[in-house]
């Protein structure tokens, strides 16, 4: 690599090692709320979480995993990069449901009761009876896209321009359809995607947000129509009502005013009225998430995953980083391999 040409990699190395990273630690911290209620999260843990909390005793997903584990936000959005690095950006809708289907049994094997979501659930069962992959997801409207689709961010360079847009939102779309295919799964995964790769190019949390919005609806156009609002109005809703709002009432007016189901039209959105509201400190951007209930670890995987992208690696503390390696084996290292591996793809895409 001559000097020109690592000057050109470091800046976007960082940043997609902060989008890898900020997705990972986002997900640690809203482990142990998921599915609990926003009441329930404040009465344990107060208004806003500190620190990674190991899961409650009985959680019905997580119950017994350490502080600072993460959850199957990380490890399909890393199953997915993996796939695009070996595929050299391209993942075969057979292999992706393959690596699916293996990664499910190996947590069962582990004694894991949080597996697959229910719109990738219903799309593996139909590949599995012979449905041909690109018409499995067809029904598929949850957040499972959305959740994992960091890596395809960081692989596919954005410049806004129309061209640019339907660049990623075929990509988006080429990942997606084998488990999400309609509209509004397509336009959250194109959004968190969009906001991703401007982040590593080196925009600022307000421009991504503003670059998801403007993307979605190309991610929309690309999936089987549903009666769901349209997404981008929903993302740019709740990024208005959030910005100026204090921390401590964050999380609370999320909850309240747009919802944190695993429902793309409540998680995606917000996902970005956390950013909105947060802006330039990733570490409580992902904190506010996860001290939101219902899907928290998702919604704050999301989070950290634009912010790291935004702001880069070193934007999290150092104690945070040790956390996700010592208790997931995800060293910084590690993910900044795999984040250059995405790199290249992107720098041959241009």
């Known amino acids: 690599m001559t000097t020109a040409r690592h000057d050109r990699i470091e800046p976007l190395l960082d940043r997609a090692a902060g989008a890898l990273l900020g997705l990972a630690v986002g997900d640690a911290l809203g482990m142990p709320t998921q599915l609990l209620t926003r009441a329930e999260v404040v009465r344990r843990y107060g208004g806003i979480l500190d620190w990674f909390q190991p899961a409650p005793d009985g959680h019905p997903v997580a119950a017994g995993l350490p502080a600072g584990s993460v959850t199957d936000d990380t490890e399909q959005a890393l199953l997915l990069a993996r796939l695009l690095v070996d595929g050299a950006g391209r993942v075969d809708p057979r292999a992706w449901a393959r690596a699916l289907q293996t990664w499910e049994a190996e947590l069962v094997r582990r004694g894991s009761a949080d597996l697959l979501g229910p719109s ?61 295919g309609t509209d509004v799964a397509l336009a959250g995964a194109t959004a968190v995607a969009a906001a991703v790769s401007i982040g590593v190019g080196g925009a600022g949390v307000e421009t991504a947000i503003a670059t998801a919005i403007d993307a979605a609806p190309a991610g929309a156009a690309r999936g089987r129509p549903t009666a769901a609002p349209p997404l981008h109005r929903l993302i740019a809703a709740a990024c208005d009502a959030a910005r100026g709002v204090p921390v401590a009432d964050v999380a609370d007016l999320v909850e309240r005013r747009v919802g944190t189901s695993l429902a793309t039209t409540e998680s995606v959105p917000a996902a970005f009225a956390v950013l909105a509201a947060i802006p330039d400190n990733p570490w409580t951007a992902c904190r506010v998430a996860a001290s939101l209930g219902g899907d928290s670890d998702t919604v704050a995987a999301m989070v950290g995953a634009v912010a790291g992208a935004c702001s880069g690696a070193s934007a999290f503390p150092p104690a945070a980083r040790r956390v996700i390696e010592e208790v997931n084996g995800l060293g910084l290292s590690q993910l900044t391999d795999l984040a250059a591996d995405l790199i290249r793809l992107r720098m041959r895409g241009r």
Do not use: K
């Not at 599995?128 to 961010?153: C, E, S």
């Not at 339907?166 to 359809?177: E, H, I, P």
């Open 120 to 180: 990738t659930r219903r799309a593996l069962d139909a590949v599995a009876a012979g449905v041909p992959p690109d018409q499995a997801g067809l029904d598929g409207d949850t957040n499972g896209a959305a959740m994992r689709i960091a890596p395809v961010g960081i692989a596919v360079p954005l410049d806004r321009s129309v061209a640019g847009v339907d660049r990623l939102a075929d990509a988006v779309a080429a990942v997606s359809r084998v488990t999400h």
